[in-house]
């Protein structure tokens, strides 16, 4: 089983760019399927982004679309999150997940078993 471990957030101001990384201990990574989510203050914790076991096949949540883009590098045990033209509404705590059930990109939470502590993103107006 992995443990995941996301960096990469902090405050940033609307129309800047962060990326997560989200850095995986343990073997097998590459035998999970990956995704990120977020929760805001006051929110269910929602779907963002999800990547294959190979990273052939992506999801991004029509929110983010065409601004954040998730991808991975097996070989490095690392799942990223570049999230572009950030407005003050992406503003959330981001997680890290990882799933065994899922064959391909996921998006209900209930497929992903393993979390990481998460990263805070604010994004300034």
């Known amino acids: 089983q992995v443990q995941l471990a996301e960096s990469g957030g902090g405050l940033v101001q609307a129309g800047g760019s962060l990326r997560l990384s989200c850095a995986a201990s343990?073997?097998?990574?590459?035998?999970?399927?990956m995704g990120w989510f977020r929760q805001a203050p006051g929110k269910e914790r929602e779907f963002v982004a999800g990547?294959?076991?190979?990273?052939?096949?992506?999801l991004h949540a029509d929110s983010v679309k065409g601004r954040f883009t998730i991808s991975r590098e097996n070989a490095k045990r690392t799942v990223y999150l570049q999230m572009n033209s950030l407005k003050p509404e992406d503003t959330a705590l981001y997680y890290c997940?990882?799933?065994?059930?899922?064959?391909?990109?996921?998006?209900?939470?209930?497929?992903?078993?393993?979390w990481g502590q998460g990263t805070q993103v604010t994004v300034s107006s």
């Open positions: 990547i294959s076991r190979s990273g052939g096949s992506t």
């Open positions: 343990g073997r097998s990574f590459s035998s999970y399927v």
């Open positions: 997940a990882a799933s065994a059930l899922s064959t391909g990109p996921a998006t209900n939470i209930a497929m992903y078993g393993i």
